[in-house]
């Protein structure tokens, strides 16, 4: 009965670690309150966030005004060529996934819009890394309250695991 009742306990705690890996993403809101507009500073945006692998983009638009297109490399970014997208999604609620480090680039299909500024860069760093970037400038504290609900799961999650693990301890 003893065996049965710490492998319970270990299938628990299994179970645990793997909502709580879950509930470390992020959720960037692309752009935060603003979204995905002409009007936002991506670039001083990107640079309050940090991406990991597992995090996820969102960018919400008016659907039909704007557009958000996945380029294949910096080169394609640099010059707003959207004619070779890697990905093309048009919804107004278009959801990224993050599932490798490295550089993403983005840009919005419509024309005239990339170049004038409507474009992001991303890069995805492992989902080990500890660092996170300053929030002091005032587009990067604008990151939307994506990012505290994500602290609160977190928090939640953290809580979880120690009561999940606690009986271990008390037995």
Known sequence: MEVLKRTSLLGMLIVMVLITNQAFATQHVVGGNEGWDETTDYDSWAKGQTFKVGDTLVFKYTSGLHSVMELGSESEYKKCDTSNAANSMSTGNDVVKLDKTGTRYFACGTAGHCSSGMKLKVDVVSAS???????????????????????????????????????????
């Open 129 to 171: 890394s500890a660092s996170s970037p300053s929030s002091s400038s005032s587009s990067s504290s604008s990151s939307s309250s994506s990012d505290d609900v994500s602290s609160a799961y977190q928090s939640i999650a953290s809580l979880s695991l120690f009561m999940a693990i606690l009986p271990v301890f008390v037995l």
